[in-house]
């Protein structure tokens, strides 16, 4: 609404279309024009209804009422008309523009619809930050900008150093509890389990994660030897469940099985839900049946062969007994994530190797790059601790899918799936 203690002239001349306004800028020039009433004074109310301009305006008004008293009404109805009209030609307007953007944003989609958006986010080379040059960016950013860019940030707490697929736990570096594992990321592998594979009670329990691991690898096995032998013996274990394991051992087979055999409360891996002990339950025909060592020969081998394409490693080999500290185990396996593991098999190293040779790699400077069967590729990265409670992981915005791990020891190991199609330095 305008204002109406704002004089007249002034309200004549913004609101009148071109012809029309005449009272307003008769009163303001001072001058009147043929026909048109004579110069009034410049007051705020205009008076004397029946004045020409009072008729001018009321020819231009509502048709409500006429020559009404006092004049801010005569006003109101002017600037009712005058309103009808910019109205209708705002609508008009409005339509207009409404179709130029209409055009313009369908314009744009079929232009946008031809980038390849995969090419504009690709990290060329397989190297995105060792080559930064050659990723495809937009309009010119500074470095600032680019590492902004293509690069998204998770945040980690520095509990999450004791946890994740990769941690290393051995006789030196002790698996830290949480009272709430069991239900939230520790479940029954009888309840999750396909049929590609037994258990030994039904009462096993592993990482939700190592589940699915193994029921991918169990099918892969069956499918390849038509085998469905192959027993989960062993799986999660408590603080007391592991106390409990090295007390049977220690009785049965005495003191020196159980230290060579059977880590002391605390650092067995089997706290961590990634480890899995394997037995073979063979069923005969006379219905009898028999259960056998997993002694990782024949048929078996194909686990200890394919074993790092869904995670998982041979965690006691017969070559590494003096850097792992435990005698050749043929039965135990260790999930660490498919990016981890295929890493693992490649360099030919043992956990305890891996997490050293890690810190070779960081986000920024060299990558250590693998590649799986199906042709999925994985960039490996160390990221120390910062010993804050919080703090910001990198990860490439081109990451299909990454896994941060914390080793348990000082810092946080980083598999991430990249691009396909690239290709490899290593
Ligand atoms: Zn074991």
Redesign the pocket.
């Known amino acids: 609404m305008i204002i109406m203690n704002q004089p007249n002239n002034m309200r004549g001349q913004r609101q009148a279309p071109p012809g029309r306004q005449n009272t307003g800028y008769q009163q303001r020039s001072g001058s009147a024009r043929p026909g048109q009433s004579a110069p009034k004074p410049r007051s705020g109310i205009r008076t004397g209804s029946g004045t020409p301009s009072g008729i001018h305006r009321s020819q231009n008004a509502g048709p409500r009422r006429q020559n009404s008293f006092p004049s801010p009404t005569v006003t109101r109805r002017q600037s009712y008309a005058h309103r009808v009209r910019r109205k209708q030609r705002n609508a008009v307007t409005g339509i207009a523009v409404f179709l130029i953007i209409m055009i313009m944003v369908s314009l744009l989609l079929l232009v946008v619809r031809d980038i390849n958006w995969d090419v504009v986010f690709s990290d060329k080379n397989h190297a995105p930050f060792q080559n930064k040059e050659n990723i495809v960016y937009g309009p010119d950013l500074t470095p600032e900008e680019r590492d902004a860019y293509v690069t998204q940030y998770v945040t980690v707490s520095a509990e999450d150093v004791y946890r994740g697929h990769c941690i290393l736990v051995n006789l030196e570096h002790e698996y830290h509890f949480r009272e709430d594992e069991v239900g939230t990321e520790i479940f029954s592998v009888y309840k999750n389990k396909t049929g590609s594979y037994k258990v030994n009670s039904g009462k096993e329990l592993l990482h939700i994660d190592t589940i699915h691991a193994l029921n991918d690898m169990m099918d892969g096995f069956y499918a390849a030897t038509g085998s469905r032998d192959i027993m989960l013996n062993?799986a999660y274990r408590t603080y007391e469940g592991q106390q409990n394991t090295y007390d049977y051992y220690e009785r049965e087979r005495g003191h020196e099985y159980a230290e060579a055999y059977v880590q002391k409360p605390g650092f067995s891996?089997?706290h961590t839900g990634y480890?899995c002990?394997f037995a073979v339950y063979q069923e005969y025909e006379d219905g009898s049946s028999a259960m056998w060592s997993f002694d990782g020969k024949d048929q078996y081998f194909w686990i200890d062969r394919n074993g790092s394409q869904y995670g998982f490693i041979l965690r006691y080999s017969a070559s590494k007994e003096d850097i792992t500290g435990i005698s050749y185990?043929s039965?135990?396996y260790r999930y660490v994530g498919i990016g981890n593991a295929l890493a693992i098999t490649t360099m030919g190293v043992s956990l305890e190797e891996y997490v050293t040779n890690t810190k070779s790699y960081s986000y920024d400077g060299d990558r250590y790059y693998v590649r799986a069967d199906d042709g999925k590729e994985y960039a490996i990265y160390y990221v120390p601790a910062n010993g804050k409670a919080e703090q910001q992981i990198p990860i490439p915005s081109t990451a299909i899918d990454y896994d941060i791990s914390g080793n348990n020891v000082d810092g946080f190991i980083i598999a991430v799936q990249i691009g396909t199609g690239h290709a490899l330095q290593n």
């Open positions: 062993s891996e089997h480890a002990d185990e039965w135990h």
